[in-house]
């Protein structure tokens, strides 16, 4: 039975989220009641929230404090901002500025050190990444890999930047390695290697994936997976399976010491975005177009139809879509945020439909969408809503919901901070597939 909660309680974050920004020389407002040029020293961090304002040459990047409920920093952005991300470690944000071909990154200022976090002002890193087309954005374990789309008709190929906390500390990435065409594809991340689509020729849908081995600074080519994905789009990693979407199904890639076993597993429409939790033995796998979820059972090799839904309909009678997806940072739900704005969450242990929470009054086709993002220190997930100007923060123990109100539409949505083991974000999938030309999120 779908149930519904209305928004109850105080807002979670201060009405500091509604001072307009400083534009002043360095890009940053004054921090209430610090000048943060020293580190301070506190226990368990409830993190920080960065979302971004998309308004041209005036586009910005927000922090907020969510131990503090304070807005604690803001800066501004070279181009607008189209996504943004966490790294594998949740330290710093990645902002996708896909439509100028950049990526800035953003140090949220919270960081362990030996047994104890420190708490610093938030600051922009002094590199970016350019390329054409920056767009799925995979973490895995340790590792982030950046895809970036390139452009067949100005013979810009496609390529991948890898990197990790500890490079982006130091100031870059840990390799980067340009592929022989130009397609909108992805590279996933493992331990040593990179599993980037495939295909022959520039311009069409990849259709197979290519394993590249990390040696140093650079990449060797190690060959093609022996079993073909046609239409590939979307990918994740659960334990020694990594999964993509084909035209036909998944396409399940199997380590095996020093090699892969591929394996096709039948579904009887396209899969096109795939989400995996280190936590978690199955993946979750959506189909497009209709949004059905399919659970991945690599042991078994099937794909089981399931529903997300329990009866939601849109206005129009038809079956919901799916905006947003994620894990919850153990893995023990899965959030789906539907066409009509409500949050549905499944227990993965059976994945069962728990409950539905109802966030959103409009989910505009056009402009900014919704994004999700989930606390790996907390259990709460959370929200934008560009067109009412909010942001929600739901509790997924009591499904309860706190509204903030801002005085912009939010574009993109991370959660930074220190999470816990296994708490590095494996299940975010860096775009939608609302259509192959189409990069929402």
Same mark, same amino acid.
């Given at each position: 039975?779908k +149930?519904?909660?209305?928004p109850?309680?105080a807002?979670?974050l201060a009405?500091?989220?509604l001072?307009?920004a400083c534009?002043n020389?360095?890009?940053?407002t004054?921090l209430?009641g $610090?000048?943060?040029?020293?580190?301070?020293e506190h226990?368990e961090?409830?993190g920080?929230?960065v979302f971004?304002?998309?308004? %041209?040459a005036n586009?910005?990047v927000?922090?907020?404090?969510?131990e503090?409920?304070?807005?604690?920093a803001?800066f501004?952005?070279?181009?607008?901002?189209?996504?943004?991300y966490a790294s594998?470690?949740? +330290?710093y944000?990645?902002i996708?500025?896909?439509d100028n071909d950049q990526?800035e990154?953003l140090?949220?200022g919270?960081?362990?050190?030996?047994?104890?976090?420190?708490?610093?002002?938030?600051a922009?890193?002094?590199?970016t990444l350019t390329g054409v087309?920056?767009?799925h954005?995979?973490v895995?374990?340790?590792?982030?890999?950046l895809?970036f789309?390139?452009?067949?008709?100005?013979g810009?190929?496609?390529r991948f930047?890898l990197?990790?906390?500890e490079?982006?500390?130091a100031? /870059?990435v840990l390799?980067?390695?340009t592929?022989?065409t130009?397609?909108h594809?992805?590279?996933e991340?493992? &331990?040593g290697?990179?599993?980037?689509?495939h295909?022959?020729t520039? !311009?069409d849908?990849p259709?197979?994936v290519?394993v590249?081995?990390?040696?140093?600074?650079h990449?060797h080519?190690?060959?093609e997976?022996?079993?073909a994905?046609p239409g590939?789009? %979307?990918?994740a990693?659960s334990?020694?399976?990594?999964v993509f979407?084909?035209q036909?199904?998944?396409l399940?890639?199997e380590?095996h010491?020093d090699?892969?076993?591929?394996h096709k597993?039948a579904a009887p429409e +396209?899969l096109?975005?795939v989400?995996g939790?280190?936590?978690?033995?199955q993946?979750?796998?959506?189909s497009y177009?209709g949004?059905t979820?399919y659970v991945?059972?690599?042991e078994?090799e099937?794909a089981?139809e399931t529903?997300? +839904?329990?009866?939601?309909v849109d206005?129009g009678?038809?079956?919901?879509?799916?905006?947003?997806?994620?894990f919850?940072?153990? !893995? &023990?739900?899965?959030?789906?945020?539907?066409?009509e704005?409500?949050?549905?969450?499944?227990?993965?242990?059976?994945?069962?439909h728990? /409950?539905?929470?109802?966030?959103l009054?409009?989910?505009?086709?056009? /402009?900014?969408a919704?994004?999700l993002?989930?606390?790996?220190?907390a259990e709460?997930?959370?929200v934008?809503?560009p067109?009412?100007?909010?942001?929600?923060?739901?509790?997924?123990?009591?499904?309860?919901? &706190?509204?903030?109100?801002l005085?912009f539409?939010p574009?993109?949505?991370?959660w930074?901070g220190?999470g816990?083991e296994?708490?590095? /974000?494996e299940?975010? &999938?860096g775009?939608?597939h609302d $259509?192959?030309?189409?990069h929402?999120h």
């Open positions: 039975m +149930r519904s909660f209305s109850t309680g807002a979670l009405a500091s989220v001072l307009a534009n020389d360095t890009g940053s004054a209430p $610090d000048d943060h040029d020293h580190e301070h226990g961090s409830a920080r929230l971004t304002h998309a308004d %041209g586009s910005r927000y922090v907020h404090d969510l503090s409920g304070e807005t604690i803001d501004a952005l070279v181009h607008p901002a189209t996504a943004v594998p470690e949740s +330290r944000a990645v996708l500025q896909r990526v990154f140090d949220n919270i960081h362990l050190h030996d047994d104890h976090t420190h708490e610093d002002a938030p922009m890193l002094g590199f087309a920056p767009t954005y995979r895995n374990g340790e590792h982030a890999a895809y789309d390139g452009d067949d008709g100005a810009q190929m496609s930047e990197f990790s906390d490079s982006l500390e100031g /870059g390799a980067a390695q592929l022989d130009a397609h594809g992805v590279a991340p493992l &331990e290697l990179v599993l980037a689509s295909t022959a520039s !311009g849908a259709d197979g290519t590249f081995e990390l040696h140093g600074d990449f080519d190690e060959g997976l022996g079993t994905c590939l789009h %979307g990918a990693t334990g020694l399976y990594t979407g084909c036909d199904g998944a399940l890639a380590l010491g090699h892969f076993h591929a597993i +396209r096109a975005t989400l939790h280190p936590d978690v033995a993946l979750a796998a959506f177009p949004d979820l991945i059972d690599p078994a099937t089981t529903d997300w +839904r329990d009866g939601a206005s009678g038809d079956p919901v879509s799916a905006v947003a997806r994620a919850d940072a153990h !893995g &023990e739900h899965l959030l789906i945020l539907d066409g704005g409500d949050l549905h969450v499944l227990e993965t242990a059976d994945w069962s728990r /409950g539905s929470v109802s966030l009054d409009d989910v505009p086709a056009a /402009g900014p919704p994004a993002a989930v606390s790996a220190a709460q997930a959370f934008t809503d067109a009412a100007q909010a942001l929600h923060v739901l509790d997924l123990e009591s499904l309860s919901v &706190e509204t903030v109100d005085d539409a574009t993109g949505l991370a930074t220190i816990g296994h708490d590095h /974000g299940g975010e &999938e775009h939608d $259509d192959e030309h189409d929402e």
